[in-house]
């Protein structure tokens, strides 16, 4: 940081001020976690200023001699780890990860079904808002009202009579297990191309603590970032047949020049990602969230499908007759920092919905276990009992930085 310091003082002080916050709060975001000081020494390398466009040994700008064996690495890594007999590592992003599998399979105003928003889906599923609701012709599947769980059957009908020429399956904030066989099955009688977004599972994917979604998928998309704790990325796996078709949808298609400290910081969490010590953390990220979903139902609070078998769960506070968003400031004040979602059917808006989405990534990162999710169901519960009671909330504040002090936090220096 010292030349940094040199330089933009201003810059250096915030960025060691969210070092600092990162340090001091129980990251609960479930789309959050810590990178390895390893995967930010690469994304923070000499290669953010080569330009790369095209792929390794075809490319349109000379001095490739490097970057070219860290793509082919990237690349190896990511089809041995996900299975894929394909993979592109180039998206800037997960949403652009997506957009590449649109290009690639359908033409514009083609017809895509996907998750909805608010039943848990992502934007890029075909939520309005997004240029898949803009520029496709979208229907979606939503969550069965008696169970909370995906409504297969109605995504089987919709797909016989809609036919769309791609299905998304995979979703942000769905607390259980997603059946890709199903999918698949949805898919060919549709005849569409089945894309699983594993964004938020991959690593319990490919450490088999959540069923994998090849065979059944055409095509994989994920972030970098999230549970596989590498850079922010993105990245797409797929059949051989659809390999041309993707990676033209990346560049040219979408994009221009790859992000080359990236695509090594991709390289280097997946080199992590096939060590031993990730397959025991994605055991203990469920094992967490089920200790914490068990926890804090004993404590009287509501969650959705009554519990978890991923690395998320989703309480629904409007049974303790608080809204999601006091619920999540008021934990926010204390030190527990997750965010305000949509329950299955809320009557409430999106920018003032009824839950609060928790998850388990980075706290099992700081090396936390069963023991410290009973502590911070009891946190949350001292602090959903008066939200609003300053001096409690500094109390859970004070526990909660006894307990991060004691499971520091990977990759961060204060
Ligand atoms: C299921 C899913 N797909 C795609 C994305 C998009 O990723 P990004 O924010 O990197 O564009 C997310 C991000 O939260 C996600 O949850």
């Keep these: 940081m010292e030349e940094l310091q040199k330089t933009d003082p201003q810059i250096a002080d915030l960025i060691q001020k969210e070092a600092q916050r990162q340090a001091s709060c129980l990251r609960m975001i479930p789309s959050e976690n810590y990178a390895s000081k390893a995967v930010m020494t690469a994304t923070g390398s000499v290669l953010t200023n080569k330009y790369s466009e095209g792929y390794p040994h075809q490319r349109y700008y000379q001095g490739q001699e490097f970057i070219d064996q860290i793509e082919d690495l990237a690349l190896k890594r990511a089809k041995e780890l996900f299975q894929a007999e394909h993979a592109n590592v180039q998206p800037y992003s997960g949403s652009p990860a997506n957009m590449a599998v649109y290009l690639a399979s359908l033409k514009p105003g083609g017809r895509v079904m996907g998750m909805d928003l608010a039943a848990g889906g992502h ?68 005849g569409a191309v089945l894309c699983a977004d594993i964004s938020h599972i991959s690593g319990l994917c490919l450490t088999g603590c959540h069923p994998h979604p090849f065979p059944h998928a055409d095509v994989v998309t994920s972030t970098t970032h999230k549970l596989l704790r590498g850079p922010r990325g993105g990245m797409v796996l797929c059949r051989q047949e659809l390999a041309a078709k993707i990676d033209k949808a990346v560049f040219p298609g979408l994009q221009g020049g790859p992000h080359n400290h990236v695509t090594a910081a991709i390289a280097v969490a997946l080199k992590e990602a096939s060590l031993p010590a990730y397959a025991e953390y994605c055991r203990q990220v469920v094992k967490n969230a089920a200790a914490l979903a068990r926890e804090l139902m004993a404590r009287g609070f509501s969650l959705v499908t009554g519990g978890t078998d991923n690395h998320l769960a989703l309480i629904d506070a409007s049974t303790m007759k608080l809204t999601g968003k006091v619920l999540a400031q008021a934990m926010d004040q204390a030190g527990i920092v997750a965010n305000a979602n949509k329950v299955p059917f809320d009557p409430r808006p999106a920018d003032d919905p009824s839950g609060v989405r928790l998850g388990t990534p980075a706290l099992t990162s700081r090396g936390m276990q069963e023991p410290e999710m009973v502590k911070i169901a009891e946190f949350i519960h001292q602090v959903a009992q008066a939200p609003q009671d300053q001096a409690n909330l500094r109390k859970v504040r004070d526990r909660v930085a006894e307990l991060c002090a004691a499971f520091p936090a990977p990759g961060i220096e204060i």
């Design 123 to 190: 934007l890029t599923h075909g939520a309005k808002v997004s240029f898949s609701g803009k520029f496709y012709e979208v229907r979606q599947y939503g969550l069965s009202r008696e169970t909370g769980l995906i409504d297969y059957d109605l995504a089987r009908n919709l797909a016989k009579e809609f036919k769309p020429g791609l299905i998304f399956a995979g979703c942000s904030s769905y607390p259980r297990t997603v059946d890709f066989a199903a999918f698949g099955e949805i898919a060919r009688e549709a």
